[in-house]
């Protein structure tokens, strides 16, 4: 068996248990009779994962070849937010029990802390897509909870996605019974909880990690992956072991208990194999220096804005962060998939992961060809509407006003410099490894910050170095440098390691440019984000899918067609003024602009339109109350011809010229 973990005055809890949520239809009771027989006795079940009849009949198939009895189990199960009124509290836990064929539970958990609409979707939304909540309290459901315990349904009592404000109510709510006696929150390496953890246990409130592997079997792309991080696999590698094995050990010398899903015996025998080695002291440090404070679940309040200290989707720094979390649509379950799913709700814009876990909103501010002497006031002036990303670059050569609009929201407490997203970009001139430091100094210092959030090489093509910003021969054509890329990118990665720079990135690479980077050897970061010029008379689609497929995040710069370029033609085409354009904005009462913008957001690309008009920056923000159908993506889709602003023809003879190939 396992070690265990004290829950209250007399349970014992064991510290590896086996995870049940998103184990799929008809591989879940070979699952549980297989963990049985590899020496688990801690199961974790929900209504919500609509798979406890199937757990139920594992367990009672082991019980009767005499392999463990009742006794020898500790099955936990949690109570869904549709059912928090009180009178349908133990009708819930019934059907759980009845589900799984037991007499009891262990320990039963609030599964977030508020209530949906009563009724038989899991999770019902308005017309709008939003979660409807009820009036329920907290308090009166803990209430009906503690009468569970007294009713001998359930052992032990606890919650689930509870930040520490929501658990002192129920620690100070008058006549309390029962205390919780487990908080059951996300917790890995990249999302390490420690000041919540610390909390709970200073209460004697235990702690449970789920998503401990992170999220292995994550479809997206641009999500970090745990078990491949290398310090995760070097320290594996120093103890024979899986990093799975690494990751769940980390847990358990914390107190933490943790339940990790497999459906595949070998996994699951793999994952109870954790008892066997230790961690130093040194390796849990560097395994604690991963956090990046990266969710998974970001379930907040939906159908409703929220005060971030009443934020569960902000567990551990509720009381920390006081900024809005970010916006999203709530998503509906589909067949076979559980409704906690993630749904954030605020002020704030949605944001697209990057490969190093950081959250990069998918709408910022950009200073392209902004007016000297406009841009502090502009910055401001998108702070005050919700924006938190700008997209700045040395040789838009305004970064000192950027920074100085940045630092007065700073000092008004309007933000904090973590709650900003700030990118800049190496010139050309700069390729030169050893300048790329000195470069990236000088934009830090222009902006008045410690470090950027992502920094990019702003085009492939490396100039001669020099005063000059576009050095030019006889023929007006640009004097190259003799740089390699994977020279530069060597320089960029000191950046990171420095910490001067969070994560990495290019523009205006091609294909074939990207796959240099990634095929180099000895290559310690991949590219996290690739800003190329994108809107639909330039659909980049090829480029976006294989970016995407390769977990490099996209940034559409000219989302507008960048209509105030000095060198456009009477001829060259007009994207705000082309019919269908017009017509889908009227179908919504949006602009066009706000169409065009909306249209990169659904292609989970991130954009970032350049305006100083106070009005206009207020209005390329209010993207996120409406939704373009399929016809219209694909209509806008269908515009695409190829056509650039931003050619750079003055290096097509530029041996790493980027737009010869065909993406």
């Known amino acids: ?113 508020f209530g949906f609409k009563a009724g038989e979707e899991l999770l019902p939304t ?14 009166h459901t803990w209430e009906a909870m503690e009468e569970l315990v007294d009713a001998g349904l359930v052992k032990a009592i606890g919650i689930s996605n509870f930040n520490r404000e929501q658990i002192e109510r129920i620690l100070n709510k008058p006549g309390l019974k029962h205390k919780p006696a487990n ?22 409130i235990t702690v449970t990690a789920y998503c401990p592997l992170g999220r292995p079997d994550s479809v997206k792309p641009e999500e970090p992956s745990l078990l491949d991080d ?42 109870f194999k954790v008892f066997d080695f230790d961690l130093t002291k040194e390796e849990m440090a560097t395994i604690l220096s991963l956090n990046r404070n990266w969710r998974i679940c970001e379930m907040v309040i939906p159908g409703r804005c929220v005060t971030p200290t009443r934020t569960p989707g902000l567990a551990d720094e509720s009381s920390f962060n006081r900024q809005p979390p970010p916006q999203a649509a709530a998503q509906r379950p589909g067949p076979g998939r559980s409704a906690a799913l993630r749904v954030v709700c605020g002020a704030m814009a949605t944001y697209v ?3 190093t876990g950081a959250k990069m909103p998918i709408l910022g501010l950009g200073t392209w060809k902004s007016q000297p002497g406009q841009v502090t006031a502009a910055v401001m002036a998108a702070i005050d509407a919700g924006y938190r990303h700008f997209d700045c670059a040395y040789v838009y050569q305004n970064e000192n006003e950027v920074g100085d609009g940045i630092q007065q929201k700073i000092k ?15 010139w050309c001139t700069f390729h030169d490894k050893p300048l790329v430091k000195g470069a990236c100094q000088k934009t830090l210092a222009a902006l008045k910050l410690d470090y950027l959030d992502l920094y990019l090489i702003h085009w492939p093509l490396g100039f001669k170095a020099g005063e000059e910003l576009f050095p030019t021969d006889d023929k007006g054509m640009s004097i190259p440098s003799n740089t390699d890329i994977l020279h530069t990118w060597e320089a960029m990665e000191e950046l990171v390691d420095a910490g001067l720079v969070k994560a990495i990135g290019v523009s205006n690479f091609n294909h074939e440019q990207i796959e240099r980077i990634l095929n180099k050897p000895g290559l310690k970061y991949k590219p996290a984000n690739n800003q190329v010029e994108c809107h639909p008379y330039l659909t980049q689609e090829k480029l976006i899918k294989y970016c995407q497929s390769k977990g490099i995040a996209v940034t559409a710069y000219s989302p507008l067609g960048s209509p105030d370029r000095p060198w456009a033609k009477p001829e060259d085409p007009s994207l705000l003024d082309d019919p269908k354009i017009k017509e889908i904005a ?34 390329n923000f209010k993207v996120f109350d409406f939704e373009l159908t399929k016809e219209e993506m694909a209509t806008i889709l269908s515009f695409n011809r190829n056509w650039r602003a931003c050619a750079m023809s003055t290096c097509k003879t530029h041996k790493d010229y980027p737009f010869h190939a065909e993406y």
């Not at 310090?231 to 943790?258: G, S, Y």
């Open 230 to 271: 290398p310090k995760i696999k070097e320290i594996a590698a120093k103890h024979n072991k899986t990093p799975a094995q690494v990751v769940l050990r980390f847990q358990i010398q914390r107190n933490v208990i943790v339940i990790p899903k497999s459906v595949t015996p070998q996994r699951i025998v793999e994952n």
């Open 586 to 619: 009227a179908k919504h009462n949006k602009t066009p602009a706000q169409v065009l913008i909306r249209f990169h957001i659904q292609r989970n690309v991130i954009v970032i339109p350049k305006s100083v008009t106070p009005q206009r920056i207020v209005e």
């Open 126 to 139: 308005d017309d709008k897509g939003m979660s409807i909540p009820s009036n329920t309290d907290i308090l």
């Open 412 to 426: 008004e407490g309007v933000v904090k410099r973590e709650d900003l997203f700030i990118v800049s970009k190496l």
């Open 353 to 355: 992961q990057l490969n």
């Open 1 to 113: 068996m396992a070690a265990c973990v004290r829950l209250g005055a007399a349970a014992k809890v064991p510290l590896l248990g086996l995870g049940t949520w998103k184990a799929p239809p008809g591989k879940v009771e070979a699952a549980v009779a297989a963990a049985i027989d590899a020496g688990y006795r801690h199961f974790d079940c929900a209504y919500v994962y609509q798979n406890e009849k199937e757990i139920g009949d594992g367990i009672q198939q082991k019980i009767k070849e005499g392999v463990v009895k009742r006794e020898d189990l500790f099955i936990v199960s949690k109570l869904w937010c549709t059912f928090y009124d009180k009178p349908l509290v133990k009708g819930a836990c019934q059907k759980t029990l009845a589900d799984l064929k037991l007499d009891y539970l262990d320990l039963y958990l609030m599964h977030w802390p």
């Open 183 to 204: 908080n059951q929150i996300e917790c890995h390496p990249y999302l390490s909880q420690e000041k919540l953890i610390n909390y709970c246990q200073s209460k004697g």
